[in-house]
């Protein structure tokens, strides 16, 4: 019986224990998605203590304490830090078997050196021992970051964004790259003129003029791109529930757009050739300046309109959907393929079912031109976890070239994410071990060593162009 999480953690032979040590452990990071506040990097932020770092805006832990039987006021509340990390601790034992209960103890032993296991036994001892080391020179933000040996961080920003943070960061020249990404997410939700129109005028503000029509939200849209990109921005995020693969004509966006810049309502037909439009325009954009596109697709968000009233998007009261996204994914990826304009692409999915979905998908458009042009996105969200990473790879694998793969990203709002990247090159490293030791793949070390390395570092650093 091994020792929990020990150095072989994961791990299942010996060569799985080579491939990670050797070859997956001292690759930098290179986390191309999270949700890092960037002020909090420019302002190199020092925790007060664990909690802050620890439990503020992940809506995964705050999820667990919830189906715990937690109150709001210990989780989201006005209870004190020490209150709501002694709720989490008494939390943490019960989430055995679902993966925070690896990543939190991955968190402690990283950053802090403690093996101790959370409960309400060492809650005191581990609050008090943790906030006195964030005390301490290089456990600010950036600290937090060196200490996992993190090279990019991509954070994810609305076209409207000043990028203040990102441009500071920039001219003080350190090594750390912090690079916005293009979410324009906000343009496609058509669902409310007002609150649609709002933003768009925010938009104008952003890109100094005036929005009346559709010609002139193109314009907006490419100048705030243009600015994005000289920041450094190289990629574009989109949360999509569905993917949007209606067939429009120009006329029809035109008069759709004119119609709710009024403030009108329109037609479900319309949102969904407007979003579909929309949707094509900013992957032209991106093709244009050879950006990367991610596509995240499939959640159903604030489920309870009560707690979204309370709290807001982003707190944990998203799920799994179940809409059908082949046809009309193939479709989109069409109309920009047919013109020779189909960027760098990302496809990730939050129903497991559609693994093989994606997985082919990726094959149909690629032209050659780009190794892995179109990537399967690692396990995102609800299957960000073993055994979701685990399927998302063998689909990949026996689908597609696991080689080729760009590999993890936090998608995080906590600076202590970060050992996710090793849970992650642990679970890929015994993938190849075990096939190694069941005599399906030669025992080369060096040739699965070199993919190995490849899938946690290389394949980003060549594919993304963040070092042009």
């Given at each position: 019986?091994?020792?929990?999480?020990?150095k072989d953690f994961v791990l299942e032979n010996e060569t799985a224990s080579i491939l990670y040590h050797k070859y997956a452990e001292p690759q930098p990071i290179i986390d191309y998605h999270n949700h890092l506040p960037?002020?909090?990097?420019?302002?190199?932020?020092?925790?007060?203590?664990?909690?802050?770092?620890a439990l503020s805006g992940d809506h995964y832990k705050w999820r667990a304490m919830r189906i715990n039987g937690i109150q709001e006021k210990y989780i989201t509340g006005d209870a004190t830090d020490k209150e709501k990390?002694?709720?989490?601790?008494?939390?943490?034992?019960?989430?055995?078997?679902?993966?925070?209960?690896?990543?939190?103890?991955?968190?402690?032993?990283?950053?802090?050196?403690?093996?101790?296991?959370?409960?309400?036994?060492?809650?005191?001892?581990?609050?008090?021992?943790?906030?006195?080391?964030?005390?301490?020179?290089?456990?600010?933000?950036?600290?937090?970051?060196?200490?996992?040996?993190?090279?990019?961080?991509?954070?994810?920003?609305?076209?409207?964004?000043?990028?203040?943070?990102?441009?500071?960061?920039?001219?003080?020249?350190?090594?750390?790259?912090?690079?916005?990404?293009?979410?324009?997410?906000?343009?496609?939700?058509?669902?409310?003129?007002?609150?649609?129109?709002?933003?768009?005028?925010?938009?104008?503000?952003?890109?100094?003029?005036?929005?009346?029509?559709?010609?002139?939200?193109?314009?907006?849209?490419?100048?705030?791109?243009?600015?994005?990109?000289?920041?450094?921005?190289?990629?574009?995020?989109?949360?999509?529930?569905?993917?949007?693969?209606?067939?429009?004509?120009?006329?029809?966006?035109?008069?759709?757009?004119?119609?709710?810049?009024?403030?009108?309502?329109?037609?479900?037909?319309?949102?969904?050739?407007?979003?579909?439009?929309?949707?094509?325009?900013?992957?032209?954009?991106?093709?244009?300046?050879?950006?990367?596109?991610?596509?995240?697709?499939?959640?159903?968000?604030?489920?309870?309109?009560?707690?979204?009233?309370?709290?807001?998007?982003?707190?944990?009261?998203?799920?799994?959907?179940?809409?059908?996204?082949?046809?009309?994914?193939?479709?989109?990826?069409?109309?920009?393929?047919?013109?020779?304009?189909?960027?760098?692409?990302?496809?990730?999915?939050?129903?497991?079912?559609?693994?093989?979905?994606?997985?082919?998908?990726?094959?149909?458009?690629?032209?050659g031109s780009i190794a892995g042009k179109i990537q399967f996105g690692s396990g995102w969200w609800f299957l960000d976890q073993k055994d979701g990473m685990k399927k998302q790879m063998e689909a990949l694998s026996q689908?597609?070239?696991?080689?080729?793969?760009?590999?993890?990203?936090?998608?995080?709002?906590?600076?202590?994410?970060?050992?996710?990247?090793?849970?992650?090159?642990?679970?890929?490293?015994?993938?190849?071990?075990?096939?190694?030791?069941?005599?399906?793949?030669?025992?080369?070390?060096?040739?699965?060593?070199?993919?190995?390395?490849?899938?946690?570092?290389?394949?980003?650093?060549?594919?993304?162009?963040?070092?042009?």
């Amino acid at each position: 019986m091994k020792e929990f999480m020990c150095k072989d953690f994961v791990l299942e032979n010996e060569t799985a224990s080579i491939l990670y040590h050797k070859y997956a452990e001292p690759q930098p990071i290179i986390d191309y998605h999270n949700h890092l506040p960037p002020e909090d990097i420019a302002n190199d932020r020092v925790y007060k203590t664990i909690t802050e770092v620890a439990l503020s805006g992940d809506h995964y832990k705050w999820r667990a304490m919830r189906i715990n039987g937690i109150q709001e006021k210990y989780i989201t509340g006005d209870a004190t830090d020490k209150e709501k990390w002694d709720a989490w601790a008494a939390t943490m034992p019960k989430t055995l078997r679902n993966p925070l209960f690896h990543w939190q103890h991955l968190e402690l032993q990283r950053y802090f050196g403690i093996k101790e296991i959370l409960s309400p036994k060492t809650a005191d001892e581990i609050y008090e021992k943790c906030n006195a080391m964030l005390a301490q020179s290089g456990f600010s933000a950036r600290g937090l970051l060196r200490a996992q040996n993190v090279e990019v961080v991509c954070t994810t920003d609305d076209p409207i964004d000043s990028l203040e943070h990102h441009i500071s960061v920039k001219e003080e020249g350190i090594a750390l790259k912090m690079l916005p990404t293009f979410r324009p997410d906000k343009a496609l939700a058509l669902d409310n003129p007002t609150q649609w129109n709002e933003y768009i005028d925010k938009l104008a503000d952003a890109a100094k003029m005036n929005i009346e029509n559709y010609s002139d939200f193109k314009a907006a849209v490419k100048d705030r791109h243009d600015f994005f990109h000289e920041v450094g921005c190289r990629l574009s995020d989109h949360g999509l529930p569905e993917p949007y693969g209606a067939d429009f004509s120009e006329t029809e966006i035109v008069q759709a757009f004119e119609k709710i810049r009024a403030g009108k309502e329109i037609l479900e037909s319309e949102k969904l050739k407007m979003r579909t439009a929309f949707m094509v325009y900013f992957g032209q954009l991106n093709a244009a300046k050879d950006w990367t596109m991610q596509l995240h697709m499939g959640p159903i968000r604030n489920n309870s309109t009560r707690m979204f009233n309370q709290l807001g998007p982003d707190a944990g009261f998203d799920s799994i959907g179940d809409r059908p996204i082949a046809e009309a994914l193939s479709r989109f990826l069409n109309k920009l393929d047919i013109t020779a304009e189909l960027p760098r692409t990302i496809l990730y999915n939050i129903k497991p079912s559609d693994n093989e979905t994606l997985a082919t998908m990726c094959g149909n458009f690629s032209d050659g031109s780009i190794a892995g042009k179109i990537q399967f996105g690692s396990g995102w969200w609800f299957l960000d976890q073993k055994d979701g990473m685990k399927k998302q790879m063998e689909a990949l694998s026996q689908l597609g070239l696991i080689s080729r793969f760009v590999g993890m990203l936090t998608d995080s709002r906590s600076f202590l994410s970060f050992p996710r990247h090793e849970y992650f090159r642990r679970i890929l490293c015994n993938l190849f071990g075990q096939d190694i030791e069941n005599g399906e793949i030669p025992y080369d070390l060096e040739m699965v060593g070199a993919i190995i390395e490849d899938i946690c570092y290389n394949n980003a650093k060549e594919f993304f162009g963040f070092y042009k």
